[in-house]
T-cell receptor, first 113, second 114 residues
Framework: KAGVTQTPRYLIKTRGQQVTLSCSPI?????VSWYQQTPGQGLQFLFE???????NKGNFPGRFSGRQFSNSRSEMNVSTLELGDSALYLC????????????FGPGTRLTVT | GNSVTQMEGPVTLSEEAFLTINCTYT??????LFWYVQYPGEGLQLLLK?????DKGSNKGFEATYRKETTSFHLEKGSVQVSDSAVYFC?????????????FGTGTSLTVIP
């Protein structure tokens, strides 16, 4: 079974731009969560989607948004990028029946200059 | 609120040494507890879990016991190998009606030298 895939793996953007990251969960998984990982803050929860609905949201500004499609693929968008948005963005998927186990993708490394 | 506190690193050990990485938590209700491992350049992998008090999770020689009385979930391994070099994250999940949310510690970097 293929794992969680994230594209692109690396991205360089300029302050003020916007960016869209993509995540394809493990086949059959309907829950997708997003996390931001930085050296200073560790892993912070952004949001969780299940069957195209946002179930849960972390404490991030409205510049961070996401969505999930009918095939469970998910995208997250960050508008008006700031230097502090530079981070590794991790996506994790889980099945509806065993949602305590999350399977992580390799992440997208975003650098904002 | 919910939070996880784990010992700061980095930790450097010689091969075959004993490993302990401390983790304590604060949670409302009855959380499930996890250890995840992140190898260089990769995403997080589930190492072990425990879903109720006194449960012991184990995998690849690593163990951790869910201690409700001390709100702890310390990770241990009797004899580490160079291949165990990675960053280890303690985490909890506090189920809610509106979805599950993971809380992670800040991670502990482990380097094992031959």
């Amino acid at each position: 079974k293929a794992g969680v895939t994230q594209t692109p793996r690396y991205l360089i953007k300029t302050r003020g731009q916007q960016v869209t990251l993509s995540c394809s969960p493990i086949s059959g998984h309907r829950s997708v969560s997003w996390y931001q990982q930085t050296p200073g803050q560790g892993l912070q929860f952004l949001f969780e989607y299940f069957s195209e609905t946002q179930r849960n949201k972390g404490n991030f500004p409205g510049r961070f948004s996401g969505r999930q499609f009918s095939n469970s693929r998910s995208e997250m968008n960050v508008s008006t990028l700031e230097l502090g948005d530079s981070a590794l963005y991790l996506c994790a998927s889980s099945s509806a029946l065993d949602s305590y186990e999350q399977y992580f993708g390799p992440g997208t490394r975003l650098t904002v200059t | 609120g919910n939070s996880v506190t784990q010992m700061e690193g980095p930790v450097t050990l010689s091969e075959e040494a004993f490993l302990t990485i401390n983790c304590t938590y604060t949670a409302t209700g009855y959380p499930s507890l996890f250890w995840y491992v992140q190898y260089p350049g990769e995403g997080l992998q589930l190492l072990l879990k425990a879903t109720k008090a006194d449960d012991k999770g184990s995998n690849k020689g690593f163990e951790a016991t869910y201690r409700k009385e001390t709100t702890s979930f310390h990770l241990e391994k009797g004899s580490v190998q160079v291949s165990d070099s990675a960053v280890y994250f303690c985490a909890l999940i506090a189920p809610r009606d509106t979805g599950n949310q993971f809380y992670f510690g800040t991670g502990t970097s482990l380097t094992v030298i031959p």
